[in-house]
């Protein structure tokens, strides 16, 4: 899965694909370098960002859903966001799937829109929102109980009718988690495997890969992100979120020439 932020303030790539003609280039050039799915963002979700609000992301996306059909009608969109409004006119637009990092606790209608369209739901694990999580990441064992919270939204889920059919799951590495809590959730990914919904994880750049790293800038967090990609493969990880498509997408074809 690529990621094309069509933001300002993302913490990788804020401001670069801002520009539809730049963003479809960057969509294509994915593709061309491996891309199966491309997730498609328009609010920021890293530790601190604001909410630009549902009609600016609708406005950003679009377009960019529309031009990416037209020009590729095969290749999959989702989109990540967490408002109900979003979801519905990308969906419209020609999205296919819906990436929702609250897992439908920010906008409990997200998941009448999801049960009515019938498509792919990655529904992740997080806690409080952009500007408070950091200070939520307190967890008597943090595996257990992540998935214990990912199984009451799944259950609210199911409630409203989507099919578990339609449901991915996704740890939500980086999310109301300090750098161990996510090392120990890639450590014990297998337990996440083990709740029978195939598995997203987004690790890419993310901060902790550069506390491990002792790398500031998350451009240089690759070979991080190459190691996780492998531990993924060798468990039997469903689908990767990632910005560096081409290096990722050899580190998997490698993992699994060997796994």
Partial sequence: MAIINVTHDSFSDGGIFIDIDTAIKHACSCINDGAQILDLGAQSTRPGASDVGSEIEIKRLIPLIKEIKSINPEIPISVDTFHHSVAFAALNAGANWINDISGGRHDPEMFNVISDFGCPYVLTH????????????????????????????????????????????DPGLGFAKNVEQNLLILRNIEEFISMQYPILVGASRKRFIGSVLN????????FGMAAIASKCVFS?????????IKQISQVIKMSKSIF
């Fill in 126 to 169: 997080s806690r409080g929102n952009s500007r408070n999580m950091d200070s939520l990441a307190k967890y008597e064992n943090v595996v257990l109980d992540v998935k214990n919270e990912l199984l009451n939204q799944i259950d609210l889920a199911l409630s409203s009718k989507i099919k578990p059919y339609q449901i991915i799951i």
């Fill in 236 to 244: 039997g990880v469903d689908f990767l979120r990632v910005h560096d």
């Fill in 215 to 222: 790398e500031s800038d998350p451009k240089n967090r690759i």
